[in-house]
T-cell receptor, first 111, second 109 residues
Framework: NAGVTQTPKFQVLKTGQSMTLQCAQD?????MSWYRQDPGMGLRLIHY???????DQGEVPNGYNVSRSTTEDFPLRLLSAAPSQTSVYFC??????????FGSGTRLTVV | RKEVEQDPGPFNVPEGATVAFNCTYSNSASQSFFWYRQDCRKEPKLLMSVYSSGNEDGRFTAQLNRASQYISLLIRDSKLSDSATYLC??????????FGKGTRLSVIA
């Protein structure tokens, strides 16, 4: 049972490049979320999903897209990377009534 | 006002000390409450849920005061391994969990 798997663990992008951060869970959880964590800012919600085919915006959605075509996968797409998107990104999943399980994170640097 | 507020610390305490963290939340409709622990450069992990009657897990005690919208975490007999950031988390309905910015604890030998 792998839990929540995020790939890649590290990534360096050039300004303007696009990429997809992958998140997969094998626990059949309904709810999945993407957070970014910056020093002094805590965890900020980017996008979330309450089930396959359903997504919604969080606190800081600009510059990011998500989709949820299957229960297992919830990829986060950076459309045109900017230095302000340098951060640590965490994916998390949970079942109704249960707390979150987090992936190990993706450390992204945009130069 | 942020939905969840915590004292950022850092709290620097000697081994064996008792330390308490506080957290306030602004939305009275919040239904579930948690404390997470986050080690440096790692993902947050659930430490314990917080129940209305208060609950204890070994050296850790969590309390909830719904009237004051206040949550606390007490750590007794602090260990070096308790050094981490402690995140207060609230939740309601089908919305995502809301995290406080965390309180940093350093336990010193």
């Amino acid at each position: 049972n792998a839990g929540v798997t995020q790939t890649p663990k590290f990534q360096v992008l050039k300004t303007g490049q696009s990429m997809t951060l992958q998140c997969a869970q094998d626990m059949n959880h309904e709810y999945m979320s993407w957070y970014r964590q910056d020093p002094g800012m805590g965890l900020r919600l980017i996008h979330y999903s309450v089930g396959a085919g359903i997504t919604d915006q969080g606190e800081v959605p600009n510059g990011y897209n998500v989709s949820r075509s299957t229960t297992e996968d919830f990829p986060l797409r950076l459309l045109s990377a900017a230095p302000s998107q340098t951060s640590v990104y965490f994916c998390a999943s949970r079942q109704s009534g249960v707390s979150y399980t987090f992936g190990s994170g993706t450390r992204l640097t945009v130069v | 006002r942020k939905e969840v507020e915590q004292d950022p610390g850092p709290f620097n305490v000697p081994e064996g000390a008792t330390v308490a963290f506080n957290c306030t939340y602004s939305n009275s409709a919040s239904q579930s409450f948690f404390w997470y622990r986050q080690d440096c450069r790692k993902e947050p992990k659930l430490l314990m849920s917080v129940y209305s009657s208060g609950n204890e897990d070994g050296r850790f005690t969590a309390q909830l005061n719904r009237a004051s919208q206040y949550i606390s975490l007490l750590i007794r007999d602090s260990k070096l391994s308790d050094s981490a950031t402690y995140l207060c988390v609230v939740h309601r309905g089908n919305t995502p969990l809301v995290f406080g910015k965390g309180t940093r604890l350093s336990v010193i030998a």
